[in-house]
Each structure stands twice: as structure tokens, then as C-alpha cells.
């Protein structure tokens, strides 16, 4: 079982920045692509971004495009979401999540994702 940690999140003004982390101390996630998902309450689940395995392909949600952006540390076996221009709308739970069976196809779609982790709250708030 594939063990996802996230980290980074918490509170922060309007306009301001984030990093979140997804890290796995069992496995490595050098396979897997990997994507990040929010939601907020009372919302669905919303496929923010995704990055294939070799790093090569990254995907954005139209909302987060152009504010948000997403890499990877292989060598620290870290998938990074960094967050700019934050607007109260971003607040929610992010969760990344993994699965390696799609090659180096990039989706956005929850369906494809195997392993999840708990989630972190970030807010954005004056």
C-alpha cells in the first residue's frame, strides 16, 4: 500500500504563496504519476494538477492555471503544488494522490488514482 503524506499547508492571506509537499516514506514515487485535488466544503472534489512520472507532462485545472504550478523531486521522492495568488475560492483540502497505471498520460480524473493521501487544509483568509 502506497503511503502519501502531504504537508505544507495552513493559513494565509489573500495574494499570498503555499508550497505543498506529498512525500512517501515506504516507496518510491518515481513510477507514479502524481496529482493533487482539493475540495472544499460543500463543493466536489475538483482535479487541481497533475504530473507524470518522468516529470515531462504537467496538467492544470482552468482555475488554478497560470497561479499554480506542480514539479518533482525524484531524487527526494517529493511531488511539490506551488501556489501563488492565492484568492479565497483556493481554500480547501488538498489531497495528492498516485497511480501507475497510466503511463506518462497526464488526467486530471480521480478515477485513474489508486492511493491517496489524508489531505491538508489550506486557507486562504485576511
Known amino acids: 500500500q502506497l503511503h502519501l503524506v502531504e504537508s505544507g499547508g495552513g493559513l494565509v492571506q489573500p495574494g499570498g504563496s503555499v508550497r505543498l509537499s506529498c512525500k512517501s516514506s515506504r516507496f518510491k514515487l518515481d513510477d507514479y504519476t502524481i496529482a493533487w485535488f482539493r475540495q472544499a466544503p460543500g463543493k466536489e472534489r475538483e482535479g487541481v494538477s497533475c504530473i507524470t512520472s518522468s516529470g515531462d507532462t504537467a496538467i492544470y485545472a482552468d482555475s488554478v492555471k497560470g497561479r499554480f504550478t506542480t514539479s518533482r523531486d525524484n531524487a527526494k521522492n517529493t511531488v511539490f503544488l506551488q501556489m501563488n495568488s492565492l484568492q479565497p475560492e483556493d481554500t480547501a483540502v488538498y489531497s495528492c494522490?498516485?497511480?501507475?497505471?497510466?503511463?506518462?498520460?497526464?488526467?486530471?480524473?480521480?478515477?485513474?488514482?489508486?492511493?491517496w493521501g489524508q489531505g491538508i487544509q489550506v486557507t486562504v483568509s485576511a
Open positions: 494522490a498516485a497511480t501507475n497505471r497510466i503511463g506518462q498520460v497526464a488526467t486530471l480524473s480521480a478515477y485513474w488514482y489508486d492511493y
